[in-house]
């Protein structure tokens, strides 16, 4: 059984910075992407980040120079360093895991954690 367990988050100014990180426990193999989505109220799901198990990674516009993801392998482990925060990041942010298992992508979220931009 795979999870995903967010911890970080919160309530930042306009400005400041904070970080957030996921942790997958569970069995899934190294041919995987992990990431950040987020959904601010009334909009739909969209991705933030993603970091695949070789270390490439994929940014959003709108958080490029911003935002920087990592990952340690060997803890399963992702971390979004968000600086330069505008009110407009104001979402839940999910982890995601995608897995790529006998050539079917299989997809997991974790249960989301605030990011609040606010002066």
């Known amino acids: 059984q795979v999870q995903l367990v967010e911890s970080g988050g919160g309530l930042v100014q306009p400005g400041g910075s904070l970080s957030v990180s996921c942790a997958a426990s569970?069995?899934?193999?190294?041919?995987?992407?992990m990431g950040w989505y987020r959904q601010a109220p009334g909009k739909q799901r969209e991705l933030v980040a993603d970091?695949?198990?070789?270390?490439?990674?994929n940014y959003a516009d709108s958080v490029k120079g911003r935002f920087t993801i990592s990952r340690d392998n060997a803890k399963n482990t992702i971390y979004l360093q968000m600086n330069s925060l505008k009110p407009e990041d104001t979402a839940v942010y999910y982890c995601n895991l995608r897995v790529l298992r006998n050539w079917n992508w299989y997809v997991y979220w974790g249960q989301g954690t605030q990011v609040t931009v606010s002066s």
């Open positions: 970091i695949n198990n070789g270390g490439i990674t």
């Open positions: 569970g069995s899934f193999g190294s041919a995987n992407v």
